[in-house]
């Protein structure tokens, strides 16, 4: 059994390596490299050279003054260039450059300065463009588009490919042979393009050890994972077996760890991801899939009560260090508590501030993201456009009903423009801030608003959630009963494109097969369809439950998990969120929080939920690109 947080860090300050070990223990694992193994690869100095970045291969565009490289393999052993490789984009002042036919022989500049930085400081920023965790593919044109504010900040701005939530045909190889995707591949993937960038960085202007990752959804969960997980033995056998960097010419490690994550609305968590949104949302909906008579409806009530005891068991704490609990009512149910408190001091916390930083008329326009579109790919910016194109004049703009009625409420003639890939649907104007919470009020009192101070209180979760957050979800949402989401996707091995996953659905069922075959749409074969899922072993034979470890921040945060402190941690995170987000439950970014929070040698956790915004990228202010780049060069300068 793992230990504690807190007695981990007790133990690890005394410096007993024995006990620590013993105290984490991992599961015995076939493909874990000994050190022996370290050694006698990092004997062989040459082993990576052809992947050595080839300095008189870049490209210029001298409009922008920008130096690139596409096309670069980042392994030894790729699976597809398709997606294992890479893009860097480089401010043209980093670099000396000699021109030799097509392309450029560069060298650094030590003595430049573009923004904050200078060559040997500048970060390295890397995107990850898929919310719904796709393939993302490698560039293979060059498109300055986007860019501007990344390198004019200093930055170096890294694009790289990787596989995602399901195996692949690389139609552009010729093969029609499935590529291995799905956990953990799409860490494995971006892993092996930092330690690239890292056995490169002699050659590259850059701080090796500042580099960030950013993300949206489930890149965004993506992205923590990256942060959590650096250097966890857990993904060697998968980088060993692309031929991932492990040592430098001089025989020395290389890392796959990040200075930074940055994520926003970050989908993740997914062991227990079915229970925490039936805690959330599920537990207080009653239509659908969580209607009386259903085995689902039972089966919401029955992952929430199990959510409740899960919480007790993580060692989750506030800024006091006091435990975060909930507790058991006499119906089971667990709605109140420490930390129930403190997901409602957030949300009282968001809304005052935007009752106090929002001008009046504020028009409010419900928004949804499928995928963001981070610059880097041209190819990708331009395949989305078409594919908006094509369904505005399919079905034009989405119209959903206004919160309010009447002037304190009237809907917009004209709804703003979206941002691409966004998903629009008719505003409502408020004209003042009485107006506003008026509106929010229509039918029950849960939400007050105190007009001389600018407070703003919520009576309880249900009461929040039932008006700004409802489970629009259906029960079991990320481990369906029918195997069709796309997480399942995730969790899929081969042809099996998508399997049941999660071990705390399927205990769930197990244990109320009994009391779901009286509701007369309980199928008896769910209970073993799921754990037979669970018995699956991937190509490299690792079980489901450590492929649903290796997709999870928490597994190296939180002393829950056995992997706990068994990673080199991010010191710098950032975490936005859209408070009416339906797509995942409040807790998702709240627990990696408050894992942070007391995680020895985290530097700064910067937690912005937002008020008014859903499932996108969420900010108080400004630009999303802007905003990120303001707290890397604030990361970097602290």
Known sequence: MGCTRREFLALASVGTVAGVAACTPQKDSPHSPSNAEHDSEAADTSKFKELALDSSAWSYDEENDVYYQLGLTYCLEPETETYETLAIFVPGAYFTAEKNGETYTCQINDRSVVGNFTASTA?????????????QASPTVYGFEGLGPYLDA?????????????AVVDTSSGSDELIPGGSPWPAV??????????????????????????????????????????DSQLFDPYLASIGAVTHNAAGEPVSDAIAGSASWCPVTSFDMADAAYEWCQGQYATDESRAEGTWTQLLSRDLAATYGAWVNEMDLRDADDAQLTLDETEAGIYSMGSYASALLDEIDTAATHFVKNTAFPYTYTPLRLEDPTFPGDPNLAASRAADAA??????????????????????????PSGTLGVAQVQSTVYDT?????????????????????????????????????????PASAFDCPDRSSKTNQLFGIGEESTLHFSSCVSQVVDAGAE??????DWDEELAPAWAEDLEKVDALETTMAQRVAMMNPLTWLSGHYEAYGQSTVAPYWRINEGLFDSDTSLCTAANVVFALRKYDGVKNVSHTP?????????????????????????????
């Open 123 to 135: 970060p390295i920023l890397m995107p990850i463009n898929a919310g719904t965790l796709s393939a």
């Open 189 to 230: 993937d971006l892993k092996a393009a930092i330690r690239y960038l890292r056995y490169n960085s002699d050659v590259l202007p850059c701080n090796p050890e500042r580099i960030f990752v950013f993300g949206f959804s489930a890149g965004g969960g993506l992205s923590e994972v990256l942060g959590a997980s650096g």
């Open 154 to 166: 200093g930055c170096v701005y890294v694009y790289a490919g990787f596989r995602g939530r399901s």
């Open 390 to 415: 094509v369904q505005d004049q399919e079905s034009g703009t989405a119209a959903a009903d206004g919160t309010g009625e009447g002037e304190a409420g009237k809907p917009s003639d004209e709804a």
């Open 515 to 520: 009391a779901y075959a009286a509701c007369d």
């Open 433 to 473: 801030a009485q107006s506003y919470f008026a509106s929010l009020n229509e039918g029950s009192w849960w939400i007050n608003y105190n007009h001389s101070s600018g407070g703003v209180s919520v009576s309880s979760l249900r009461d929040f959630v039932l008006h700004l957050r409802p489970a629009l979800l």
């Open 610 to 638: 937002v008020w008014g915004q859903g499932h996108v990228l969420a900010e108080r202010s400004g630009s999303p690109a802007a905003n990120l780049l303001k707290w890397v060069i604030s990361c970097c300068t602290a």
